[in-house]
């Protein structure tokens, strides 16, 4: 795809750090999206070692004004959106009935409404270009237990986002669609196994190497693994596949 333009959020780190030097194999260009910018200094590094022209945009989609910012800096160093992917947000494991008020909103404000904000705000651009979004969803949101009851109603609510986008998208020409990861090794997985290892009286290794049985999965994903799903999702040879949900899960979800 040559000249293609790929915006990649949440690329400072885990699933949107791998997807990010993923799509610098196929797309010449691959902005960077995310707060940390040390981070994505080294997630630039990564992308321009790959073959592509790194943009480091740092700030925090949280902001209502950030989506504009995102695609004005992309328009004007690149001229176009080919791709938009949707990773930034991370809401925290907490029981249903403890979280507060101020989680929620910041949870919402990061994961929904960024990625709602930056794919409306790229919108006209990916229209004139044809171009593909995809937004992350996950498991929970099928399967919600009392401990994410959080992260299954934002990610339940993203897939439904992406629906309504895709619709939308079939009169426009602009492709949507969604993922949903199961568990994948990311730093966050790693420090969630810290402590949840102690409550059931294990090392953090050990958690590691049973608690795929315990959840009756394969075996932990890898974030180079959802990685090459999103570059599929976004590449020619799926452009028929419009408003569709992809599960990566190793088995976990056991409904059809």
């Known amino acids: 795809m040559p000249d293609s333009v790929a915006i990649v959020t949440g690329a400072s780190q885990g699933i949107g750090r791998s997807t990010a ?3 610098a194999r196929d797309f010449p260009s691959v902005v960077l999206v995310a707060r940390n910018r040390a981070n994505l200094d080294d997630t630039a590094a990564q992308v321009r070692a790959a073959g592509a022209e790194p943009l480091v945009v740092d700030l925090d989609l949280a902001r209502p004004s ?3 910012t ?3 800096t992309t328009l ?14 991370a809401v925290p494991q907490i029981d249903v009935l403890d979280m507060t008020d101020e989680q929620w909103d910041a949870g919402l404000a990061l994961k929904l409404h960024g990625a709602r904000r930056l794919t409306v705000a790229a919108w006209p651009a990916l229209m004139e270009s044809k171009g593909s979004v995809v937004l992350m969803s996950g498991n929970s949101a099928i399967s919600p237990r009392a401990a994410t009851g959080a992260v299954a109603t934002i990610n339940a609510a993203i897939a439904a986002l992406a629906k309504a986008f895709s619709d939308r998208g079939i009169m426009d020409g602009v492709q949507v669609n ?5 568990a994948v090794m990311t730093g966050r997985r790693r420090s969630y196994l ?11 290794d050990e958690a590691i190497a049973n608690f795929p049985a315990k959840a009756e999965i394969t075996r932990f ?3 180079e693994e959802i990685a090459e799903l999103m570059a599929f999702v976004v590449s ?4 028929w596949m419009t408003g569709s949900v992809l599960r990566m899960d190793g088995g976990e979800i056991k409904s059809v």
Do not use: K
């Not at 938009?84 to 947000?89: R, S």
């Not at 969604?178 to 199961?182: D, E, I, K, L, T």
């Not at 810290?194 to 953090?204: G, K, L, R």
């Open 236 to 239: 020619p040879a799926a452009r």
């Open 21 to 23: 030097i993923r799509l």
């Open 76 to 89: 004007e160093r690149f001229g176009r959106i080919d791709a938009l992917v949707n990773i930034a947000g």
């Open 66 to 68: 950030a989506a504009r």
């Open 178 to 182: 969604s993922v949903m990861p199961g």
């Open 194 to 204: 810290e402590h949840w290892a102690p409550a059931h009286d294990m090392t953090v």
């Open 70 to 72: 995102v695609v004005d």
């Open 221 to 223: 994903g890898q974030p």
